[in-house]
């Protein structure tokens, strides 16, 4: 990463003041919301929208900004009223976070299904995020993460379901360390400003 600021800033120029700054000495990973696996709230249904919700054990956030959600689904069957109709099963899942207000959508997903003679079943499936900035934001309930899903059945067969597993994400612990990229003796580096910045 790098970490830039402008000094003895003029019309003429400025000077820059630059440092490259590593990631913290080591990664651990975390995991939230499995079955009984910490002091979080586990994954679980009947919240209303997200109906899925789950909580968050470790109150830093994610050194890379990436949440990943893990889960299975599985998916209706098509449907084929005749030989000239076809329609196409799906399972929509969106994925919340919650900001310390309200829940968030952050992004979404679907699953379809083009078999009209059995319903598909995927387990192990994932999902990555990237938020800056989740940390100890909590609803009422102590859950940060949420999901939600529904389902497009159009022959009306059923069998639709959905489960959250866990959400995964890794924490940087340690201190970084940096190293000036402007140290003595590195000569000017020429550059050229496109466009009105700052009133140049």
Avoid at 39 to 46: F, L, M, R, V
Avoid at 62 to 71: G, L
Avoid at 110 to 139: A, C, F, K, M, R
Avoid at 169 to 178: L, N
Wanted: proline share 4%; net charge negative; aromatic share 12%.
């Amino acid at each position: 990463m790098q970490k830039f600021q402008a000094i003895n800033l003029t019309v003429s120029g400025f000077t820059a003041r630059l440092k490259l700054t590593g990631i913290a000495t080591s990664i651990t990973n975390e995991t939230d919301g499995e079955s009984g696996g910490g002091a979080e709230n586990d994954w679980g249904s009947g919240h209303g929208s997200p109906d899925y919700r789950c909580g968050k054990e470790n109150t830093s956030e994610a050194w890379d900004d990436r949440y990943t959600f893990n889960y299975n689904v599985t998916v209706p069957r098509a449907y084929a009223p005749s030989e000239f109709e076809f329609y196409v099963a799906a399972v929509h899942i969106d994925f919340h976070t919650y900001n310390g207000t309200s829940w968030i959508l952050r992004g979404s997903t679907v699953h379809y299904n083009s078999d009209t003679g059995s319903s598909l079943t995927l387990s192990n499936q994932s999902y990555t995020i990237i938020l800056d900035g989740l940390d100890t934001e909590v609803d009422g309930a102590g859950d940060t993460f949420g999901a939600h899903y529904s389902a497009g059945d159009p022959g009306g067969y059923g069998g639709a379901s959905f489960t959250m597993i866990s959400t995964t994400w890794a924490r940087a612990t340690g201190v970084p360390t940096e190293v000036s990229a402007t140290g003595s003796g590195i000569p000017k580096v020429p550059f050229t400003i496109i466009g009105n910045v700052g009133g140049f």
